[in-house]
């Protein structure tokens, strides 16, 4: 069966972009995986350049990410929704009505995927690395 995530963060800009492409790989072609963000500041625009190159690191091309702010079709179409942070699930069930409410929880499970906006690329990094890892809490595996 297929299954289709959303990975939501601020502004699709760093955290979601990564998380839709190491769920992507480790999901496989059972999964669709796609990503987006809660504002359009960074509409239509790349990656941040820290998360290119920390993707790139860990093996994976984020550079033909375009960012885009989320629409009621994007809810719509996920069967889970993954925000990045307590924060963006609080705005998502603000927009995204009762209707929505079971398919919404935390990357993480039950803590934060720190943003590393403004941050040196060490914070980058370490957010690549846990967004990576946080994939088996929702493909197999588990989280450690």
């Not at 307590?86 to 919404?104: D, I, Q, W």
């Amino acid at each position: 069966m297929m299954s289709n995530l959303l990975t939501v963060c601020l502004g699709n800009y760093c955290r979601s972009p990564f998380a839709q492409l190491a769920l992507a790989r480790r999901g496989g072609p059972r999964m669709s995986v796609r990503s987006t963000g809660l504002i359009s500041k960074w509409q239509d625009q790349p990656a941040h350049s820290a998360m290119i190159n920390a993707a790139r690191r860990l093996g994976y091309d984020l550079t033909a990410h375009r960012a885009q702010q989320i629409t009621v079709d994007m809810l719509d179409w996920a069967d889970s929704v993954l925000a990045m942070d307590a924060s963006v699930l609080t705005t998502l069930r603000a927009v995204g009505g009762p209707e929505n409410e079971n398919k919404l929880r935390l990357y993480l499970g039950d803590r934060d995927v720190p943003d590393p906006m403004g941050q040196d690329d060490a914070a980058f990094n370490e957010c690549a690395v846990l967004i990576e890892a946080g994939t088996a809490l929702h493909i197999g595996g588990r989280f450690t």
